[in-house]
């Protein structure tokens, strides 16, 4: 095996590639993780823009998303990973070794088996004041994030099942939620509708559409300006929390034609496995999960990437 040949590659670095890299480097596949740069996807993943963490196992005190995804990161190091700091540019899986291309420059490096760990990323509004509060009160996680606002007023932005099921999640857990959506009905189901329009802790604006989220000054969400889009009236809405439910994009673009993915993009895995459509290819983390993106359940599958890549290398052909 040349220095451009590795047992196990792992493409990402949230905590999903990093389990799977740790797993791996005590199973001895001597594993190269490709952590990505920030024009391609931030390395560790959502945890980055994630401030506070509460509900990650063994961490009573909180922690900074980027301080866990730090010692995730360290303890990759002590196992003895080798972390190249670029972005994966190519891949093919349609014959082994898979070859992976990294960087600019397209350096070349060739693994018997490949783990997936790039992860999804949330869809925002676009608006600059919306970026600059994202920690700070603006949040595309209620499930992980809401606690943060108990007893108080939230908004919640989208139309689909996503933003239904926040906004009631979140209603068990403030004092209001108002549900913001664009056009004059909802294209969520109507079981998830029904769900909604029952609760009294939530209120919908229809024809909605939000301009501003207040205030950047303060460094902290106090409120959003919303607007009418068939009146074209103002007005604002006062709040802490401001969630935005308006889907998830994967970072599957690299596999598109050569793994098999679901309708929504994410890559289709057997049930109860990390296995791809490719033999020896393994998917884990958000890349393949849109059900339950949380870090404890990515850092699992990560754990199940290595596991299965470690017994699918002991009985295949060097």
């Not at 899986?93 to 949330?122: H, N, S």
């Not at 606690?147 to 989208?158: L, P």
């Amino acid at each position: 095996m040349n220095d451009l040949e590795r047992n196990l590659i792992i493409i990402g670095s949230g905590p999903a590639g990093h389990t799977a890299a740790i797993y791996a480097a005590r199973a001895n596949l001597k594993p190269l993780m490709i952590e990505g740069l920030a024009r391609g996807g931030i390395p560790g993943g959502q945890l980055m823009i994630t401030n506070d963490v509460e509900n990650y196992p063994g961490f009573p005190e909180k922690i900074t998303g980027p301080d866990l995804m730090k010692a995730f990161r360290e303890q990759s190091v002590v196992q003895g990973v080798e972390i190249l700091t670029e972005d994966a540019s190519r891949v093919d899986v349609g014959k082994r070794p898979f070859t992976v291309w990294v960087g600019d420059e397209m350096k070349e490096y060739r693994c018997r088996a490949l783990v997936i760990a790039t992860g999804a990323q949330a869809k925002w509004l676009g608006l600059e004041s919306e970026a600059a509060l994202q920690g700070k009160g603006v949040s595309a996680c209620a499930v992980c994030d809401g606690a943060f606002f108990r007893n108080q007023d939230v908004i919640v932005v989208g139309g689909g099942d996503t933003a239904m099921e926040e906004a009631t999640y979140l209603s068990g857990l403030c004092r209001t939620v108002t549900l913001v959506h664009r056009r004059e009905g909802f294209r969520a189901s109507k079981t998830m509708q029904e769900r909604v329009f029952r609760n009294p802790k939530i209120r919908v604006l229809y024809n909605a559409v939000v301009d501003e989220v207040h205030d950047v000054n303060r460094g902290e969400v106090t409120g959003a300006r919303i607007r009418n889009v068939k009146t074209n009236e103002s007005l604002d809405v006062p709040c802490t929390g401001f969630f935005v439910a308006i889907g998830h994009t994967p970072n599957t673009d690299l596999f598109r034609g050569q793994l098999e993915l679901h309708d929504n993009g994410y890559i289709k895995t057997r049930p109860g496995s990390s296995t791809t459509s490719v033999s020896g290819v393994f998917a884990c983390g958000d890349v393949q999960d849109f059900t339950y993106r949380q870090a404890v359940t990515a850092a699992g599958s990560g754990c199940m990437a290595a596991l299965d890549a470690e017994r699918w290398l002991s009985m295949s052909e060097p």
